[in-house]
């Protein structure tokens, strides 16, 4: 009887630890979970760089993504001027969104990993349309005319 329990407490002891090591691989692949980038583009009208409450978000304007290795991913913002660019390994990127005038952002960078795996982030667009355009100057050549 002695012999019985003790064989059935080493048997109850080895499933036990057998267990907690299969919670903690489990547990282990959990944590490799994806990162994701969201927020909005909106128009900066007073070229200030925060989004205030008179500038309007844009909706369809292109938000990229791209990683150290130069990997892009894309989203759309929808008609809210809302976007979300989801299912990013953990790593560090560049973000930056172009409107449907071709006025484009500068370039944020933004690190994901096992604490920040999800950032916000708005995008300020600056309306160039109205800049004055440098064109090139096409060289003419005068001759000198001797008097």
Do not use: C, H
């Amino acid at each position: 009887m002695k012999r019985f329990l003790v064989l059935l407490t080493a048997i109850i002891l080895m499933q036990s630890v057998l267990f907690s090591m299969t919670a903690t691989v489990v547990f282990a692949q959990e944590i490799q979970a994806t990162a994701f980038v969201s927020g909005a583009v909106y128009r900066d009208a007073n070229e200030n760089g925060m989004a205030e409450p008179n500038e309007q978000n844009l909706a369809g304007a292109v938000v990229t993504v791209r990683a150290v290795d130069g990997t892009l991913y894309t989203a759309i913002t929808n008609e809210y001027g809302f976007y979300l660019v989801n299912n990013l390994p953990q790593g560090d990127y560049q973000v930056w969104a172009l409107d449907a005038n071709g006025n484009r952002t500068g370039e944020v960078a933004v690190s994901l990993g096992e604490v920040n795996a999800a950032v916000a982030l708005d995008l300020g667009v600056i309306d160039n349309s109205d800049d004055v355009e440098l064109t090139a100057i096409r060289q003419v050549f005068i001759p000198m005319v001797n008097r």
